[in-house]
Antibody, heavy 116, light 112 residues
Framework: QIQLVQSGPELKKPGESLKISCKAS????????MQWVKQAPGKGLQYMGW????????TYADDFKERFVFSLETSASTAYLQINNLKNEDTATYFC?????????WGQGVMVTVSS | DVVMTQTPVSLSLAIGQPASISCKSS???????????LNWILQRPGQSPKRLIY???KLYSEVPDRFSGSGSETEFTLKISRVEAEDLGVYYC?????????FGSGTKLEIK
């Protein structure tokens, strides 16, 4: 069955970096783009952007152009989200979701806490 | 960016009652392909979002037929014919026609 399995929770200090993963299984990884979505505690969903899994080209929403990096390890069917120079406002759960438009399968989410 | 406005913010319904959630977009979601990329997802408490409906009215195979979606251009509706206990959670509409994709603010469905 199709699954997106994300890495575990993270506790980081401001200024640090992190890289979370989203491992896909049950389908051909390069057949679907991967998108990333942020959910701050108790808040709604915020679209971060997407990555073309065939070319590796990322496209970011405006709020996520500065410190955020989408990448791939195609041989491992894995997408990554890296956040540099972490800020308190990055505290959130981050989801990966399959497909550029559909978002038909979602990962379980990674809870990231940024605190000094 | 396209603003997605969902109403109501919350619903409290008894099992068996119908539910209706409205989603309005600030721009037409009809794409150049002739398709309208308006989706609905459900986030149950403590879980990741789950797919419900895509392209306005197409149910995913595992979604019960008590769910239905309708609408066009800028006005869309999700209906549940008879609410069941498993339907509780937050419903989001989101559009994939215009970049960046955007989500509604969510409608919380509680079971009385």
């Amino acid at each position: 069955q199709i699954q997106l399995v994300q890495s575990g929770p993270e506790l980081k200090k401001p200024g640090e970096s992190l890289k979370i993963s989203c491992k896909a299984s049950g389908y051909t990884f390069t057949d679907y783009a991967m998108q990333w979505v942020k959910q701050a505690p108790g808040k709604g969903l915020q679209y971060m952007g997407w990555i073309n899994t065939q070319t590796g080209k990322p496209t970011y929403a405006d709020d996520f152009k500065e410190r955020f990096v989408f990448s791939l390890e195609t041989s491992a069917s894995t997408a990554y989200l890296q956040i540099n120079n972490l800020k308190n406002e990055d505290t959130a759960t981050y989801f990966c979701a399959r497909g550029f438009i559909l978002g038909d399968y979602w990962g379980q989410g990674v809870m990231v806490t940024v605190s000094s | 960016d396209v603003v997605m406005t969902q109403t109501p913010v919350s619903l409290s319904l008894a099992i068996g009652q119908p539910a209706s959630i409205s989603c309005k977009s600030s721009q037409s979601l009809l794409g150049t392909s002739g398709k309208t990329f308006l989706n609905w997802i459900l986030q149950r408490p403590g879980q990741s979002p789950k797919r419900l409906i895509y392209q306005v009215s197409k149910l995913y195979s595992e979604v019960p037929d008590r769910f239905s979606g309708s609408g066009s251009e800028t006005e869309f509706t999700l209906k549940i014919s008879r609410v069941e206990a498993e339907d509780l959670g937050v419903y989001y509409c989101w559009q994939g026609t215009h970049f960046p994709h955007t989500f509604g603010s969510g409608t919380k469905l509680e079971i009385k």
